[in-house]
């Protein structure tokens, strides 16, 4: 790509551009931002700018012989909110003034190198001014560890010196010295003062003389100290230089092989769990693909490939392979958490053909209208899951979804799915009300720029979002940050070890603790045979205390073609310092609650933490009793749930004993696998298959799997210790059923056979709760009953295949009391 580098002068924008050219990036031009001369300031009171040192940087456009475009800063830092908007006369206006002139000059500018360590303030506007202007942010020095980055700076040949010092510990002495001579005093401030190393906290700035970058070096001739502020502890001082020069570098000096020195690959933490997954992926994969049969039901394109070379005919359940199911209840409100179940374009049934960007509207439009109906806007919705059944129309649709999005799009899990009835996009979310009470205001991780941290977002999403207890991570595939390439060539093993180191590093910069407060964790991908090596990289990195439920399951396709995909929702691992309630004397908090409303450092707390706010798991088993099926058509159901107040996530499964004749006969299926791979057998996909499953069945597989979300409901109604579920069904918010594509073809009879079965359920919960209330029963119990059952999200996805010869999937969230510190010591 062709770049402008974003220069202040300062050792981080010049190291970045380093690195940038190191990655093969061109640097076409520069562009700085400086006090306007009639200030007659060397420092502004900035929050977006270095401006000390600012009579060098004219002398950098003959020091890498490119243009440099300078900005005069008019602006102030108006708009101080952690979210930035367009404002005028922010200080952040004058960077887009700089840019689009830039822009106008060079028209094949691509992107802008920014050197943001640790600035989220700075790092958002940039972005926000480069995704205006069509650009990307490169940031490869972002959120890297200050002590590594320092040291690696002053060993790549970066020549720079403190031009300012604002901190206890630094005196005017150390003006001038060079990092490389200042690294070890730093690493000792930053032990005794926890001074920030790179000088993130303002401690220090830098002027660069040389890099390995130049074809001229600067010499200081003349400077003079300026004391800005005498303090005795934290002395603020600067250099102001009179006199300079530029040199020549002889050939000797120019190391042509100084991008050697630049290290293109730093390691972090997470890069820890990245070869134990590598390998724990290659050994199931070994001996999955051996044991397939045993595991497994075959996804449609391989059971067609079987029915069309044995010259089967169509029996399938039923006859419109297509039908489809346009759910009555798909919304859940309340006051705090609502949902939005499966939305398409179509909700009415006469329609016309459609573009995929006009379904995609459409579709936006239809869940819109279903948050306004209930209060909401897209700034509340926290999480989407989104279908489609086309990958390769990914850009389309992003283009025509992002429309509905402002600067912080929520997070979401795209991924195929074969659709029915010639849907190709399908939509269901979550929303946490803003005027919620005690929840804190929704935090959004929304990080654009290319860095080594974590991949930027390649379509218009966040990262996470983090609100009422809840931690949501957008879903995780197997890109290299530094290139948003997937590996080559293609490896599950380096995918699944690329995809959750890249998990673990967001939950880590959003202090979510990814193995103790995964709350349901859901693994897309492309072939069956995957199910055992990614759960096991899964088990490898979570919890064996509280495990959280793990659904994998396998679509048609994934974004950029990728392997794995992995959708985690959390708990945030926090309590609400509700100071109002009535809590003894003797049992309360001598802490001060942070700037948002939580508890988060006091020993008295994560003593709290350690005793009330462990999650509860649940595992049942169900088998289906002999006199219901033959041996040969037997199943089991096997639910798990994960609750650490007010999140209640669970996962049901109906799935085939390995004994079972039915299974044995699915499987068989997949003789088929590898001449279908290699071209024996036809892959053309037919107007029906084999489905071996009767209506009956169908019926009482559902059933099985609601009475044991019922057992999970009741098992969390009173809870031995803090609050729980209380209402049963009346506080679940959304139930996702996913059912085997080959299997289930009828959406419209497995979409309302399931609504019945829930309006049964609900109706015994509803008159349990009556019982427990001492309330009458009344006329109007059956439409009470159908509002419970009208108040959840229910949405239905086609699956190719489920893990553990999976038939149906179905998750369920429910939310319970909202947990405070005097709440949890009463409890």
Sequence with gaps: ???????????????????????????????????????????????????????????????????????????????????????????????????????????????????????????????????????????????????????????????????????????????????????????????????????????????????????RRIVVDESEVVIHSDDHFAQVAYLRFKKLHLEDKSEDEIDPNWMSEVNLDPL?????????????????????????????????????????????????????????????????????????????????????????????????????????????????????????????????????????????PPPRACVGANLPNSIRIQVNCMAIRKTAVNPTPRKTLHIQGISYWAPANIGPYSQATEQAYHGLIAGQIGMIPSSLDIP???????????????????????????????????????????????????EHIASKESPAPVLAICVPSLPKGGHVEWQVMMHQGKVYADKTSAVPTSQKIDAEADEDGYETDDDNMQTLEKRELHPTTLLLEHEQPITLAAPETQWRTRTQSWFLSPVLMALSVVHLPETSALATRLSSL??????????????????????????????????????????????????????????GWENVVAVTLYYHDTLVQDQAYLGSTFEELLSKFASLSLLAHKDRTGETAADEEEESTMAIVRNIAVTLVPVQAIAGRGVLALTLHAVGKMPTIPGLLLA
Excluded at 44 to 70: A, E, N
Excluded at 690 to 713: E, I, K, P, S
Aim: aromatic share 8%.
């Design 1 to 215: 790509m062709k770049i402008l580098g974003l220069i202040s002068g300062g050792k981080d924008s010049f190291y970045n551009l380093m690195q940038c050219v190191a990655h093969g990036h061109e640097v076409i031009a520069l562009g700085n931002l400086h006090p306007a001369p009639q200030d007659k300031k060397d420092e502004l009171d900035s929050y977006m700018y270095q401006t000390v040192g600012h009579d060098v940087i004219h002398l950098y456009k003959d020091c890498l012989g490119v243009p440099l475009y300078r900005q005069e800063i008019r602006g102030t830092p108006i708009e101080q909110r952690s979210d930035y908007v367009v404002t005028p006369m922010d200080e952040t206006e004058d960077l887009f003034e700089l840019l689009s002139k830039a822009k106008a000059e060079h028209p094949d500018l691509q992107a802008v190198s920014v050197g943001a360590i640790l600035s989220n303030y700075q790092r958002i506007r940039v972005e926000h001014v480069c995704g205006r202007l069509g650009l990307m942010a490169l940031a490869f020095l972002w959120q890297r560890n200050q002590e590594e980055l320092l040291n690696e700076m002053a060993q790549a040949g970066v020549n720079a010196i403190l031009v300012k010092i604002a901190a206890i510990g630094l005196k005017q002495k150390h003006l001038g010295q060079t990092i490389g001579d200042m690294y070890p005093y730093l690493v000792q401030m930053n032990q005794q003062y926890d001074l920030h190393i790179c000088g993130e906290g303002g401690e220090y700035e830098t002027i660069t003389l040389d890099c390995p970058l130049f074809k």
């Design 268 to 408: 972090w933490d997470a890069d820890s769990i990245m070869i134990p997954i590598e390998k724990t992926v290659r050994s199931k994969q070994r001996s999955s693909w051996v044991g397939v049969k045993a595991d497994t039901i075959i996804p449609h394109e391989v059971e067609t490939a079987h029915r069309r070379a044995s010259g089967e005919g169509d029996n399938s359940l039923n006859s419109d392979h297509g039908s489809s199911y346009r759910s009555k209840f798909s919304t859940h409100k309340s006051d705090i958490i609502c949902a939005i179940g499966g939305t398409n374009a179509f909700m009415i049934p006469n329609r016309k053909h459609l573009s995929i960007a006009e379904e995609t509207t459409m579709c936006l439009q239809n869940v819109q209208a279903k948050l306004e109906r209930i209060g909401l806007t897209w700034a509340e919705v926290v999480f989407m899951q989104v279908f489609v059944s086309d990958m390769g129309t990914f850009g389309v649709v992003n283009g025509a979804y992002k429309a509905f999005f402002g600067i912080n």
């Design 488 to 538: 080559v060539p293609s490896s599950l093993a380096k995918e699944t070890a690329w995809s959750l180191r890249n998990l673990l590093q967001i939950a880590t910069v959003q202090k979510l603790d990814l193995a103790k407060r995964t709350a349901l964790c859901i693994v897309y991908v492309r072939h069956y045979k995957d199910f055992a090596p990614v759960t096991a990289a899964w």
């Design 670 to 727: 997949s003789l088929v696998d590898e001449a279908a791979q290699n071209g024996t057998c036809d892959r053309t996909e037919g107007t029906g298959a084999n489905t071996v499953l009767t209506n009956t069945m169908l019926r009482d597989m559902m059933a099985m799997m609601v009475n044991a979300m019922d057992r999970v409901l009741e098992s969390h109604m009173s809870p031995a210790v803090g609050p729980g579920v209380e209402d």
